[in-house]
């Protein structure tokens, strides 16, 4: 009798286990945020296939895995998105000497000096000073760089990638001379009308014509390691903001040859080269890739007063900044892309810049039309121009310009001005969504700091006491939002990712603590523990 009991109970578990679906990975005791319409929280979930199959443990009954994680109740969330970023940037600046943190022109050179003795080359290169966190917070001059380096060209770039300071070597190089002049931007001059070395926008371009292209081992190595740094911080996609055709297929080589696992949203470079290329092919979709729009510049950066204002900088009377692509080339460049398949993205920083290109896209596009266009930072708007979001036009912005930016910005915009800058929860309010980035490598990677600058909207030391500009602070769901679904929905991508939902890809990154409840402070100390892209785990 017990043989036939203990018969009948093998029978029942062999047949039980049979008839449960296999998948390759179940994670249970979990605090899941699955950021799906209704924002509703699951505490476990089954992955086949690279995609998610049953969320919550109420559907897990039908199936066994291969694998199990106990998330022993850490918190989990959608892959996340840097919405705005140069990603390919990011890989180079590693292989270049980093200024970020200077406190003083001594201090670049220094460093510059120290970082050629190690690494001597041909061009020295260099990325990350910003004269705003020095005690003299004036641009720099060549006069010293051409002392140490007489021989060998410099070219170091600002923090926001809108200016240069060259030595003279570069300039020669370049044949920029007191004479030469190049719309879109500005080569500083003294007061004698002899250029300092700084170079702001499009004179940039002179210099970039000269420097020597980095080889397709350095890019490789960069795009590898732009993507360690991502991991590590838990983003699984990333929208590249101008790319060219050769960088795009470098890409799509390394993805391909399972190489590169990061998913990348690339906006091409507008120039003739990209455009005549992509338009007419149109949307390239693989796996991991998505080209379907277009990285446009209207004018330059508030921090080195490139940004197109209205009224003149208040701490440089007569100076308006400018626009790097003229108005008229917008809207004619709005008309063509319009008529393709391809989504138009444009920096705009400075509130004439905005106005400019708002009603370029009104212009361009059919009532109705679900396009998705969207201003890349949207920073400085003037009040009635507001409205112009609600129109289905997505303000893509990075919180971390806000309190990178905040101990000056007033200085360069007036105190009834500012009060227009910034303003992420009147972007929100207006457009029904705004998605997130950091534009790094201008700002730190860490989409960690984005969530704590939306939230507190203070910088690591807690300053300013409650907060800069709180009313267009954004809550934690909405946080959340911009950097998962909404960035999703902005790239057309909205029923494949960006969400922890049933035939959704499995994107997802187990968090050290709660981001939704711990204490605000603590945020920017969160850790991505685990990192997953399609099921595989990366970090």
């Known amino acids: 009798m017990k043989i036939h009991i203990l018969t009948f109970l093998f029978l029942v578990l062999f047949f039980s286990c049979n008839s449960k679906e296999e998948v390759d990975l179940i994670i249970y005791n979990a605090n899941i945020y699955t950021v799906d319409d209704s924002f509703s929280t699951a505490n476990a979930m089954a992955i086949k296939d ?4 049953a969320v919550s443990e109420d559907n897990l009954e039908n199936y066994m895995a291969k694998e199990e994680i106990d998330a022993k109740g850490k918190t989990i969330v959608p892959g996340l998105f840097d919405a705005h970023c140069h990603f390919y940037g990011l890989g180079l600046t590693q292989q270049v000497v980093n200024l970020r943190g200077t406190t003083s022109y001594d201090d670049i050179l220094q460093k510059v000096a120290n970082f050629h003795k190690e690494k001597p080359s041909n061009v020295i290169q260099g990325r990350g000073w910003d004269q705003n966190d020095w005690e003299e917070k004036e641009f ?4 010293k760089l051409d002392k140490l380096f007489p021989d060998t060209p410099v070219v170091l770039e600002r923090v926001d990638g809108h200016a240069y300071l060259v030595n003279q070597k570069a300039l020669d190089l370049a044949g920029i001379n007191n004479e030469t002049n190049v719309e879109g931007g500005e080569i500083v ?6 250029i300092t070395g700084v170079l702001v926008d499009n004179p940039m371009g002179l210099i970039d014509a ?5 080889t397709r081992a350095t890019q490789i190595q960069a795009l590898k390691d ?3 740094l991502c991991f590590d911080y838990g983003l699984t996609t990333v929208n590249d903001a101008g790319l060219n055709k050769e960088t795009i297929e470098l890409i799509d080589s390394l993805q391909q040859a399972g190489e590169l696992d990061i998913r990348v949203y690339a906006m091409i470079s507008n120039n003739k080269e990209n455009l005549d290329y992509y338009l007419p092919k149109g949307i390239v979709k693989t796996d991991k890739l998505n080209v379907r729009s277009v ?8 921090g080195s007063r490139g940004a197109a204002l209205r009224e003149p900088y208040s701490d440089k009377p007569g100076h308006f900044g400018a626009m790097i692509t003229p108005v008229d080339a917008i809207e004619s460049l709005a008309k063509r892309i319009a008529a393709s398949d391809y989504q138009m993205n444009t920096h705009a920083i400075g509130d004439s810049a905005n106005i400019a290109v708002l009603r370029a896209y009104a212009k361009a596009l059919p009532d109705g039309a ?7 930072h949207a920073q400085v708007v003037s009040e009635n121009d507001f409205q ?14 806000a309190t990178s930016d905040m101990y000056w910005a007033e200085d360069r915009l007036g105190e009834e001005r500012v009060k227009g800058a910034y303003a992420f929860k009147t972007l929100l309010d207006n457009a029904g969504m705004v998605v997130l980035g950091t534009d790094f490598p201008v700002e730190k990677v860490s989409p960690f700091l984005t969530f704590y600058a939306a939230v507190a909207r203070q910088d690591l030391e807690t300053y300013p006491d409650g907060g800069y500009q709180m009313k267009d602070a954004l809550s934690r769901e909405e946080t959340l939002k911009g950097m998962t679904i909404w960035a999703a929905y902005s790239n057309f991508e909205e029923d494949e990712k960006g969400s922890i939902e049933v035939g959704k890809k499995a994107d997802f990154v187990i968090l050290s603590d709660n981001i939704m409840e711990v204490p605000t402070s603590q945020i920017p100390n969160l850790k991505a523990e685990q990192v997953f892209v399609g099921g595989e785990k990366v970090k």
Do not use: C, M
Request: no cysteine.
């Open 140 to 143: 720099p001059t060549k006069d």
């Open 50 to 53: 690279g995609e998610f199959v």
């Open 295 to 302: 990285k446009v510049y209207g004018d330059g950066a508030l």
């Open 226 to 228: 732009a993507q360690e």
């Open 370 to 376: 679900d396009r998705r266009w969207k201003i890349e």
């Open 210 to 214: 000269v420097i020597p292209k980095p």
């Open 189 to 194: 001059k003294d007061n004698s009308g002899n």
């Open 388 to 401: 112009y979001f609600g129109t289905g036009i997505i303000p893509s912005i990075q919180p971390t310009h």
